[in-house]
């Protein structure tokens, strides 16, 4: 029987994918996207479920994920059990929440403070700022901060179209596999050398983070998993920060200015502005049998996406879920994803976002949009622009 989803594009998706979600959980709350080759689980309490069952939605797929055809097997993303306890035990040297406070001020506030002092009396904040900021704080800590942003900006383009392609565009993934190739021959050779040499960097953790003394991770184990850390790393918290200041210019002489005069509502902003607009829009996965989920039979080895952007605008948990809210008494938001793929860099993502905005609006407390905000994207979902009057 055809649906609504039978017509929905992929360039629909990129504009704003808010409207199909909301009419997916009022009507159809678990459906196929055929231009997008995979299942939607819309609604809170049912993205959660598919997160939190590994034993009926799977990460790991027989056939490799958009993710997997880009980055290679296996990912941090795309599996379960002890794979993925030992990749996740190779990002906690680095990401652990105490770890994270212990170096994440002396990192970020410095960035953050040379581009903000570069700022004119206008900005596009989106490319002057923000993912400039974003880029060199995870460069720093991956290992990478010799490369310059232009490439590192480069790479997180091109690997995102490889992640997105689940319309299995042959251009897209021409260009992703490219850019992965390229991450590999600059990459590569660094964690050779760590595995010998290693320092306090997040690719050495990686290698030698709660191994014995002498076993080491292999490169081809952790290669994978370090292109989505910097997919996922290197311009989300960017992308994050400029939604929270997109949801902010929706009312800027009350929740714009509060948040100026007192920066102690700076994480509840945060909080707020990752729950309008989720940076990742979905924990992806694949049914490892026909399963029956809010009415709708999905089939054995079928593609699902649970669609936390959609999770968090879900009336059934959040009142008036479209506004931006400051002051909103929010529970727990579905950005970082549920279950054991929580994500792994959140206290990072939060902390950078927070001090990022906190050198911005000290530094700049005339600040006030200058124009409208464009967004772009349903799985990385962030203002194309974002035009700003500083002074």
């Known amino acids: 029987m055809t649906t609504f989803l039978d017509h929905v594009t992929v360039a629909d998706m990129n504009a704003d994918p808010y409207p199909v979600y909301a009419r997916m959980r009022r009507t159809q709350p678990v459906g196929y996207v055929s231009a997008l080759n995979a299942w939607l689980v819309t609604r809170n309490a049912d993205v959660r479920f598919v997160a939190e069952h ?23 993303i795309t599996t ?12 906690d040297g680095k990401f652990r929440p105490r770890t994270v406070e212990s170096y994440i001020d002396r990192l970020v506030r410095p960035i953050a403070e ?32 010799d490369l310059d942003t232009d490439t590192l900006r480069r ?98 002489d009350r929740q714009l200015a509060a948040v100026v005069a007192d920066p102690g509502l700076l994480p509840a902003a945060i909080e707020e502005g990752l729950r309008w607009i989720a940076p990742i829009g979905t924990q ?3 049914t490892t049998a026909e399963v029956e989920l809010a009415g ?41 994803g549920f279950g054991k793929h929580f994500c792994s860099g959140h206290a990072f993502s939060r902390h950078q976002i927070r001090i990022t905005l906190e050198v911005l609006l000290r530094r700049l407390p005339e600040i006030r949009p200058d124009g409208s905000v464009p967004f772009f994207g349903w799985e990385f979902r962030a203002p194309a622009r974002l035009p700003v009057r500083l002074r």
């Open 54 to 76: 590994p034993e009926l939605f799977a990460a790991w797929t027989a056939e490799p994920s958009p993710v997997e055809r880009t980055f290679g097997r296996p990912t941090i």
């Open 80 to 91: 379960d059990g002890p794979t993925h306890h030992e990749l996740r035990r190779s990002f």
């Open 114 to 145: 040379r581009y903000a002092d570069a700022l004119g009396d206008r900005a596009e904040l989106m490319a002057e700022y923000l993912e400039p900021v974003s880029v060199r704080c995870l460069a720093a800590v991956l290992g990478l901060a």
């Open 155 to 252: 790479w997180f383009h091109g690997l995102n179209l490889g992640a997105t392609n689940y319309e299995q565009d042959p251009d897209k993934q021409a260009l992703a596999d490219a850019t992965a190739a390229e991450v590999d021959s600059v990459c590569v050779p660094r964690l050779r050398k760590l595995l010998d040499e290693p320092d306090d960097s997040t690719m050495s953790h990686m290698l030698h983070a709660g191994r014995a003394p002498g076993d080491p991770r292999t490169v081809e184990f952790v290669l994978p998993s370090l292109k989505v850390a910097i997919l996922g790393g290197l311009q989300e918290p960017g992308h994050g920060a400029g939604s929270v200041l997109a949801g902010l210019f929706t009312d800027p």
């Open 284 to 286: 992806f996965r694949n």
């Open 296 to 336: 709708v039979t999905i089939p054995a080895d079928a593609p699902v996406c649970a669609v936390l952007a959609s999770a968090n605008r879900d009336e059934d948990v959040y009142a008036d879920p479209d506004r931006f809210d400051l002051h909103r008494p929010i529970p727990q938001q579905a950005a970082f």
